[in-house]
């Protein structure tokens, strides 16, 4: 069934890590509002109707930046030009320096029923270094005010291996991530991307990351604990309580279709005479709100999917996640899709780093720490 995402470009202050497009003037906010509605109906009009949606993820960008009222004015379109299900996840993240009690209750009245906080760490000093706006006490009364707001599924988002951090400090975090009883918890490595202050710093050696030794410590770690407190791992950097796994990324993950909206956003549809088509939208406010008004699409590119593009995406994709489905290869590549790569499954098998079963090979603990080597070993 497929997602919707709403890219929602704006936030308060650009972290000095991100490399997500957004951006802190506001005052093209009202302009992107109505060019997005534009969007919305333009893209619903090409839309398969047969199809109903079952999840709808707005991020950013800082979603919980728009009032009740704007979200009030995107989900009357949503439900005008989309079949919504009624039990669909519908997901806002949220900056927890931009949220406090009222608001939360609002977001809940609008429709959403799952909630992702951005939190990164508990120690004020990290969130500094970071540039996030929040503090931790924030971040902790934003959780709370959620449950009191009437959200039951609570998200965090935590981010490891920041410049000189121990397992302890690290653990610290962990530990109270669980005692807020999140249903999700996303931890994620500090990832050094290039075009942003942290590349910069990196470069001019004023920070060192993290080395990979002790970055794989702590992942462990994370796992460890986490999985030890009832979370269950279903993908590299995310850990869910049961029933709580997070559709809209298992959408992703299954080649489902997805249609996104917003300047930088992404979309998938299935198509007849390939696996699939991709396309992007631009990387700019300004060029998006032109394009949509002269009722253009505002996107910069596209792919289609072919053969070979498909069994490299399933492999990566199945390994990050539950698995990869063997019975989804057959119908393209016969039933011995992967005996040629049988001698490197046995050994990675009696090295504890993955599991085969019929129809089914998925990692173990051990094995999701070097995932991309392994998915790498079995595509040819
Ligand atoms: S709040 Fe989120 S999207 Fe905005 S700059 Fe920071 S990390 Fe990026």
């Not at 990290?126 to 929040?134: Q, V």
């Not at 993908?235 to 917003?262: C, K, M, T």
């Not at 390994?319 to 011995?336: A, H, M, N, Q, V």
């Not at 790569?341 to 089914?360: D, H, P, Y």
């Amino acid at each position: 069934m497929p997602s919707l995402y709403l890219h929602i470009p704006f936030c308060e202050h650009k972290c000095i890590y991100c490399d997500f497009y957004s951006i802190e003037n506001m005052d093209s906010k009202e302009r992107f509002l109505k060019v997005l509605e534009i969007e919305i109906r333009m893209r619903a009009e090409r839309f398969d109707h047969t199809q109903s949606v079952e999840t709808i993820f707005f991020g950013g960008g800082t979603p919980s930046l728009l009032s009740r009222q704007q979200f009030e004015r995107i989900f009357s379109l949503l439900h005008k030009y989309f079949r919504i299900e009624s039990n669909a996840e519908i997901t806002c993240e949220s900056n927890p320096g931009t949220v406090e009690l009222g608001k939360l209750s609002d977001f809940r009245s609008v429709g959403f029923n799952r909630i992702s906080f951005g939190i990164q760490s508990f120690h004020d000093d990290d969130l500094k270094f970071l540039t996030r706006i929040h503090s931790a006490e924030e971040a902790e009364r934003a959780v709370e005010s959620a449950y009191r707001a009437g959200f039951e599924n609570v998200s965090c988002d935590l981010i490891f291996a920041l410049p000189k951090q121990t397992p302890d400090r690290w653990k610290e975090n962990l530990r109270r991530a669980i005692a807020l009883k999140p249903k999700h918890i996303s931890a994620y490595a500090l990832i050094v991307e290039e075009q942003t202050p942290l590349a910069t710093m990196v470069k001019n050696k004023l920070v060192a990351p993290l080395p990979d030794e002790e970055d794989a410590e702590l992942y462990e770690i994370t796992i460890n604990t986490l999985t030890s407190h009832g979370y269950e791992q279903y993908e590299v950097s995310n850990f869910a309580q049961p029933g709580y796994l997070s559709r809209h990324n298992f959408n992703y993950w299954n080649h489902e279709d997805y249609i996104g909206f917003g300047p930088s956003a992404h979309s998938f549809c299935k198509d007849s005479s390939t696996s699939g088509k991709r396309w992007w939208n631009v990387r700019s406010i300004q060029s998006y709100c032109d394009a949509l008004e002269r009722n253009e699409f505002p996107e910069s590119g596209n792919e289609f999917i072919d053969r070979k593009k498909f069994f490299t995406e399933e492999i990566f994709l199945g390994l990050r996640s539950t698995g990869i489905d063997l019975k989804k290869l057959y119908p393209l590549f016969g039933e011995d899709v992967l005996s040629i790569r049988q001698k490197e499954i046995t050994e990675m098998e009696q090295e504890g780093l993955l599991i085969r079963s019929a129809n089914k090979i998925f990692l173990t603990s051990k094995g999701y720490a070097v995932c991309d080597e392994i998915a790498a070993q079995l595509i040819f």
